[in-house]
């Protein structure tokens, strides 16, 4: 099954904006943070944290989380450089 990466990014109706803590909390999973700490660092509940990262997964239209991480990096929503290289 092939994902449509413009329908991804907002140029279907059937799919809204990712908003800003969807985003923040997709970085988190990219760069390999717990539930806990991302919850700690938005000062947000693990529940609250389950709640946006299922929220974006629904609007990206993916499978499961790291499919909603991986059309995030594609689309350009999140970063995808590796953190452990120097900049």
């Known amino acids: 099954m092939q994902t ?3 329908r991804s990014i907002g140029r279907s109706p059937a799919f809204s904006i990712l908003t800003e803590p969807e985003i ?3 970085q988190f999973v990219a760069e390999g943070k717990r539930l806990d ?6 000062v ?3 529940e609250e944290v389950r709640e946006v990262l299922v929220s974006a997964q ?3 239209d993916a499978s499961n989380l790291m499919h909603a991480v991986s059309l995030a990096m594609l689309i350009g929503v999140i970063d995808h450089g590796d953190p452990h290289q120097p900049k």
């Open 4 to 6: 449509d990466t413009r």
């Open 24 to 26: 923040r909390c997709l």
């Open 37 to 42: 700490e991302a919850a700690n660092e938005l």
């Open 44 to 46: 947000l509940t693990r």
């Open 58 to 60: 629904e609007k990206l």
